[in-house]
């Protein structure tokens, strides 16, 4: 019983170097994830949570060394390492840790990516850089991922919702919970100058492939948006499958956008200067709610709202949802809640392939696409495919206006490489702060 009872730490540990083994592997691997999680339908179900464990990994490297370190140390008190098979996987462990510190490298030289797009935004001016990561203020963010400023003030949980909308979203579901999910949360800074009017504002959708999240996490790009440039902040949540089938996502995408433009400016907030962000599935939901603004077919009952927006960023966004065969499959059923795919479906609401209409329509509004290179849920060439079709759509003035669609492209993000402090979400972060200065210097 006792020899038993001691060869727990030891299992524990074997079962812990196997796991960081894999995740490690994924975490330097796209091709890794695609081929063990693509594979099959039942292996897909997984993709998901495979990838964003590897870009957690990817992403707070530093803080999974040193619990490893921890765990290490403790095997060696209990006598874990007396098993030979601990005690061999022991040294596996210590090229783990090496490997752990190669990708807090990778994360933090992806600052040369991030400068020249930001040299590209701002004309190389030498002022726009991004700041170092060893700066206090950094090194502090690195150390809390989660950290967040505490002069950021919240309205949490403002219905956008009509009571007629929420009576409706009950009677549909049976499920008195869905009128919660039509809410939104707006964040402003405390210190803000009482003569500095009305300010722009950016309204994040959260991502979750169209059937899982909410809006209460509030992102590094956020934070620095809120306190460093005085924007106004909102998270807008929206009901999800498999109790609502879209396009219910997008109308009620729109149906925020309908109280903003009315009551945004009682928190200080311009309702002429609106710029959407979504990352994953939200992306896909800010493109298509600025293509298709003042649509009256996605605002059943508010056709005559003004749902127009002044620009887009999408992190990881799903630009495409009919390309890939199981991508279109998994939109249709799991989505859409189809009984079949329908291609002519897809194709109206697919953002890379709506470019050439937004731009007839006079909604090719500028966009700022950011992607991961190892990425295994939305694959960084659908960046690459919207960046191209957004410059032959505008045909000669693509050469004029070269910032009107600006990709970036993250040599070593994955799927969420930007929900928490790390070196590379603080580029991002920066990077977003500067197309959006960018925004408002020619939209004030």
């Not at 291609?343 to 909604?363: I, R, T, W």
Request: charged fraction near 20%; proline fraction near 5%; include cysteine.
């Amino acid at each position: 019983m006792l020899a038993f009872i001691t060869s727990l730490p030891a299992a524990a540990y074997v079962l812990n170097v196997l796991v960081s083994g894999l995740l490690t592997a994924l975490a330097f691997h796209k091709q890794v994830t695609q081929e063990v999680f693509g594979g099959n339908a039942f292996m897909r179900k997984f993709l998901i949570a495979a990838d964003s464990s590897a870009s957690t990994l990817s992403e707070l490297p530093l803080h999974v060394l040193a619990l490893k370190w921890i765990t290490i140390q403790l095997t060696h008190c209990v006598g874990g390492f007396g098993y030979t098979l601990a005690w061999l996987l022991s040294y596996v462990d210590y090229v783990i840790l090496g490997f752990l510190l190669m990708l807090f490298v990778e994360s933090w030289k992806e600052d040369a990516v991030v400068e020249e797009a930001i040299k590209d935004l701002a004309g190389g001016d030498p002022a726009d850089t991004v700041d170092s990561i060893m700066s206090a203020n950094n090194v502090r963010r690195i150390l809390n991922p989660i950290w967040t400023p505490k002069d950021i003030v919240m309205y949490p949980n403002i219905t956008y919702a009509t009571n007629e909308e929420t009576t409706e979203a009950i009677e549909l579901t049976n499920d008195y919970d869905q009128p919660r999910k039509m809410a939104l949360d707006i964040y402003k800074w405390s210190k803000a100058p009482k003569n500095s009017g009305l300010r722009p504002v950016l309204v994040h959708i959260h991502g979750g492939a169209w059937r899982m999240g909410g809006k209460g996490w509030l992102y590094p790009h956020e934070k620095t948006l809120v306190t460093e440039e005085n924007w106004l902040v909102v998270n807008i949540g929206y009901r999800l499958a498999p109790k609502n089938a879209y396009p219910t996502h997008l109308i009620d995408v729109k149906r925020a956008l309908r109280y903003l433009k009315k009551c945004i400016s009682a928190f200080g907030g311009d309702p002429n200067l609106i710029v959407l962000s979504g990352d994953s599935a939200g992306g896909h939901l800010a493109a298509m709610a600025a293509f298709t603004a003042n649509d009256p077919q996605y605002q059943p009952g508010f056709e005559d709202a003004d749902t127009t927006v002044k620009g887009v960023i999408t992190i990881n966004g799903a630009l495409d949802v009919q390309s890939d065969k199981s991508r279109g499959e998994y939109f249709s059923h799991k989505v859409a809640l189809k009984d079949k795919v329908d291609p002519e479906f897809l194709g109206k609401h697919s953002p890379v392939d709506l470019v050439d209409k937004a731009n007839q329509d006079g909604l090719l509004v500028p966009f700022l696409v950011i992607t991961g290179s190892r990425d295994a849920i939305v694959d960084c060439s659908i960046g690459r495919r919207f960046k191209k079709n957004y410059d032959l759509a505008l045909g000669e003035k693509a050469n004029t206006v070269a910032s009107q669609c600006t990709l970036v492209e993250l040599p070593a993000a994955h799927h969420i490489c930007h929900l928490s402090w790390s070196p590379r979400s603080i580029y991002v972060s920066r990077l977003i702060q500067v197309w959006c200065q960018l925004f408002y210097n020619k939209h004030k």
